[in-house]
């Protein structure tokens, strides 16, 4: 069974701040990605990842694919309050099977 | 819009009622996934279509889960005598090719069992 761990599972910051949220697994993914989800809404991709030490980068938001394509870790700069959500990063390891993370809720306080 | 679809956004329901949601897949993504998701978790895998071929199902989907995809573009899923664990966030993702491939979700059913 292939798990994806995030940490931290919560975090809350002052608008301004910077923030890392990782994704690791035993297992070696394909490709991975990226999801923002809002309360009572599904997740939106923000970005797919699929060579390892491929770094990404979206804005304020900074992707980066491990090497050995295990983990994974999003950077975001100067947060700012529309970047609360939930944070879900999911692996494509299988020919059909996504895993997806345990969830980072992120909450910026203006 | 031509994004994933699902129908209805919110769903409530007395126990031991039957309830069926739709999915409409982007319309080129021959692949459909059911997933479902509790507050602040990730979404947990049910089930998938390759096209109208149902090929793997997870065990979170019990005998009272059906889902069907009869002509490889939208699918329905009934969870029949519904029970209060089964309140949950219901999502639908597609995507467009095989093997591993970015999946794009749609709004998601909530279903509240009373």
């Known amino acids: 069974t292939q798990l994806l761990e995030q940490s931290p599972q919560f975090l809350s910051i002052q608008e301004g701040e910077n923030l890392t949220v990782y994704c690791n697994s035993s297992s070696v993914f394909s490709s991975l990605q990226w999801y923002r989800q809002e309360p009572g809404e599904g997740p939106v991709l923000l970005v797919t990842v699929v060579t390892g030490g491929e770094v990404k980068k979206l804005k304020r938001l900074t992707f980066q694919f491990g090497d050995a394509r295990k983990d994974s870790s999003l950077h975001i700069t100067a947060a700012q309050p529309g970047d609360t959500g939930l944070y879900l990063c999911?692996?494509?390891?299988?020919?059909?099977?996504?895993?997806f993370g345990t969830g980072t809720k992120l909450q910026v306080i203006p | 819009d031509t994004g994933v679809s699902q129908d209805p956004r919110h769903k409530i329901t007395k126990r031991g009622q039957n309830v069926t949601f739709r999915c409409d897949p982007i319309s080129e993504h021959n692949r459909l996934y059911w997933y479902r998701q509790t507050l602040g978790q990730g979404p947990e895998f049910l089930t998938y279509f390759q096209n109208e071929a149902q090929l793997e199902k997870s065990r979170l989907l019990s005998d009272r889960f059906s889902a069907e995809r009869p002509k490889g573009s939208f699918s329905t899923l009934e969870i029949q005598r519904t029970e209060q664990g089964d309140s949950a966030m219901y999502l639908c993702?597609?995507?467009?090719?095989?093997?591993?491939?970015?999946?794009?979700f749609g709004p998601g059913t909530r279903l509240t069992v009373l």
């Open positions: 999911a692996g494509s390891g299988g020919y059909q099977k996504v895993t």
């Open positions: 993702a597609s995507s467009l090719r095989e093997g591993a491939d970015t999946q794009y």
